[in-house]
């Protein structure tokens, strides 16, 4: 464990450290930095920007910027290992300068940074995270996304028994306190949206209306949101174990249920013709279960794996 540090330049105005991942995302670095400095001009801060992976040139303009200005710092994965696992790079290194706040946002500018002196003051003795919840309204944001996204939500709350608030985004800010709670606590597989409200650590929230992305595209394709998706709910939920089980009984019911009438006509000498297609189906039903059972323990099993597996959830090859 790195030594504690102090901020560069520390004036008698608040600290912040920024935590930001960039994937593939070397139009916004320069633009990042540029708005960090416009915004944040009455505070001293500092801001790791963790390189998870990118294919582009993100990690040349990260080193641009830290040449420009010693107060941004860079944290370059070897590949690329997901947005949650880059914030938790970020926490572990913003862990070792004592500041004020720390606050994860976007490097796209979608999370506005203007917003960052306002999240940072909501802090206070019993506010230990701001969270920052996204308002759509009147965003042209695909159907698709927007069914997605409210659906995981509710199915999330539903099976986990956590309220998570639709809308809510990685974009927040945190005391001491709170990131002390992430560091000892964090899952390898991360999924910081359910992490803090399960924590019930003391959450204020601030409405905001996100940015369209001006460079690039989004790097969330369907299949990371999936995974993050599935991550959540298997990570703090054991209720679809539930759900296979009462699934599970009730096929187990029903077969034996058919299986006594069956007995009991032919107990009694009735002429007993039984169809192809009901003994196809029991078949497919019960194999259906099964597999459906199996499908879901296999998921707790694949996490167990994970949690239970020494290797880190992320490799660094450089920083600057
Ligand atoms: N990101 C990342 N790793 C990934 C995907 C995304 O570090 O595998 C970063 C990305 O560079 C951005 C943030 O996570 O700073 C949010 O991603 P994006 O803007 O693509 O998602 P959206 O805003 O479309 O949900
Ligand atoms: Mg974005």
Known sequence: MEEKRNMPEL?????IVLITPAYNEEENI????HEVKIHLSDYSWMVVIIDDGSSDNTWKEIERSAGEDKRVKGIRFSRN???????KAGVEWASTIEA??????????????DLVPQMVEMLNDEVH??????????RKISFVKKFTSAMFYKVFTLLSGIRIEGGTSDFRALDRFALDFIINNI????????????SGLQTEELCYFPKERVNGVSK???????NLAMSGIIGYSTRPLYISLVLGSLCLLLSL???????????IGKETAIGWASTIACILGLGGTQLLILGIMGIYLGKMFTELKPRPAYVISQTV
């Not at 004036?11 to 600290?15: I, V």
């Not at 004020?100 to 940074?113: E, F, G, S, T």
């Not at 995270?129 to 009147?138: A, T």
């Open 187 to 198: 899952d390898k597989d991360a999924f910081l949206r359910g992490m803090l409200p399960w």
């Open 220 to 226: 969330f394709t369907m299949r990371k949101m999936c």
């Open 100 to 113: 004020d706040a720390y606050v994860m946002l976007d490097v796209d500018l979608q999370h506005p940074i």
């Open 11 to 15: 004036q008698s105005a608040k600290s």
């Open 257 to 267: 249920m058919y299986f006594a009438y069956v007995v009991i006509i032919l107990a």
């Open 129 to 138: 995270i701001v969270q920052g919840r996204r308002n759509d309204e009147g």
């Open 30 to 33: 320069q633009a990042f930095v």
């Open 81 to 87: 290992f997901g947005h949650q696992a880059a914030i």
